[in-house]
């Protein structure tokens, strides 16, 4: 899980080591297969399962199979 985020366009703010961070949200009954990678700022709902070696960019809602890189909705659960 990585919750650090870094400027993308102000390089001498990189250099300078800024950062900042944003949460992440794993709901209720949510199983994430082995080598899954979260994002910042991501919301996995809950009853969901994530495929393993899957990137979570964005969130994913409740009660799906997500899998991939970057992770998408397979199917319904």
């Known amino acids: 899980m990585l919750t650090a985020l870094h400027p993308i366009s102000d390089h001498q703010k990189r250099r300078d080591g800024w950062e900042r961070a944003e ?8 199983w994430l297969g082995g080598g899954v990678i979260v994002c910042p700022g991501v919301t996995i709902g809950a009853n969901t399962v994530i495929g393993a070696g899957s990137v979570v960019l964005k969130d ?8 991939g890189n970057p992770a998408k909705v397979i199917r319904q659960l």
Do not use: K
Request: charged residues 20%.
């Open 23 to 30: 949460p992440i949200e794993i709901e209720d009954n949510a």
């Open 60 to 67: 994913i809602p409740a009660q799906v199979f997500a899998a």
